[in-house]
Every structure is written in structure tokens, then in C-alpha cells.
């Protein structure tokens, strides 16, 4: 019930997605399955894949899903975010318009590896999408101590650095990368488009 409080940024992420027409995301870490019934009701043509480590989590995405009568869009398959291993993984040979990862980088050991993973998962034109918590750099100290202790007891950590690991990946790619800071650095809503 308080996610909604904490997990800022999330609906911002989802309208910058550039999708038209028939789509395909991938959304990694999906948890319950809420960002892709949200972008199923906006893009009737979308299908999805969701991908998570929890098959707790995934019982529960099934449930929601089929509650909103979704379930023959949106797919839901048993992974870890590392060991993603290119288009046609799931039976998308074509790869996706957009791979998301939502508050979930800072609860993935390897983010770093699991950001590697799925870019080739990317058609070219697509894009990789992000909203997590970043450095809080502009929240008075004693905020930021206290809600860095309060993630750690989630096995949550901020990835401070990911913005220079998306430019890098950018450059790598011939991308580009456009990002905006939610509630004081808070958060980070992220968006590396791949070239067409």
C-alpha cells in the first residue's frame, strides 16, 4: 500500500516510452506486474514480456494480469536480470521497442551486468527505460542517511553511478540518453534510445 509514496517516478517512465502501434516491452523486474497492465490499458497493441528472480512475485503478476484480462498480451517467464541472453529468449526473435527496468537495478546485485544483458535485447530504434533511486544529492543530509539505512534492510542500494554508465553505454551504442531528476534526486527517470 505505500509503494505508491516511495516508488516515485514509475507512471513518469511509462509516458516516456515511445510506443506506436504494435510494440513489444520487456519489463525486468517486474514484481507484481503494474507497469505492464498500466502500458497494456494506454497501447491496445503492446505485448509484453515480464521477467523477475521471484516466483512469488510472478504468481502474483499472473493473478493481476488475468484479473485485467490482459493475460493473452502480457507473458511472464522466471529469470535473472544477469543471465538475459539475447532476442528470441523468449520467443521474441525480433527483440523489443523498449526494455524497462523499474525500481529494480538497485535491488540487482550485477546491475551493471544485467544493464549489458539487455541492451542487445533492444531493437534498433527501441530503448532502454529506468526509474530507480538515485543520489539524493539535493535532499538535506540527514534524509538521505536515513533513507539509505532504511533500503539497506531491503537489500536496496541507489546506483549513484548509473547515470555515467548509461552515457558510456550511449556512446558505445551511438545512443543518447535523456534523464530527469524526481523530488530533489530522489529518483531518476532514464531513457537510452538505441539508434535507428
Not at 8 to 30: F, I, M, N, Q
Not at 66 to 94: C, D, K, N, V, Y
Request: charged share 25%; net charge positive.
Amino acid at each position: 500500500m505505500t509503494r505508491r509514496c516511495y516508488l516515485l517516478g514509475r507512471d513518469r517512465l511509462l509516458g516516456r516510452l515511445a510506443l506506436k502501434g504494435p510494440s513489444t516491452v520487456l519489463e525486468v523486474g517486474c514484481g507484481t506486474g503494474r507497469n505492464l497492465i498500466q502500458l497494456a490499458r494506454v497501447h491496445p497493441e503492446m505485448e509484453a514480456d515480464g521477467v523477475d528472480a521471484s516466483s512469488a512475485m510472478l504468481e502474483v503478476a499472473r493473478r493481476n494480469v488475468a484479473t485485467a484480462g490482459l493475460s493473452p498480451r502480457i507473458r511472464f517467464h522466471g529469470a535473472l536480470a544477469e543471465e538475459l541472453r539475447g532476442p528470441g529468449q523468449f520467443g521474441r526473435s525480433g527483440g523489443y521497442d523498449a526494455v524497462i527496468f523499474s525500481y529494480s537495478l538497485s535491488m540487482i546485485p550485477d546491475w551493471r551486468a544485467a544493464l549489458a544483458a539487455a541492451t542487445p535485447l533492444v531493437r534498433s530504434g527501441g530503448c532502454i527505460g529506468i526509474a530507480d533511486f538515485f543520489d539524493q544529492r539535493d535532499l538535506p543530509p540527514w534524509f538521505r542517511r536515513i533513507l539509505r539505512a532504511w533500503l539497506r534492510k531491503f537489500h536496496t542500494t541507489p546506483r549513484d553511478e548509473m547515470l555515467s554508465v548509461l552515457e558510456t553505454a550511449a556512446r558505445q551504442w551511438g545512443g543518447a540518453v535523456r534523464c530527469e531528476f524526481v523530488a530533489r534526486r530522489y529518483a531518476v527517470v532514464a531513457v537510452l534510445t538505441l539508434p535507428p
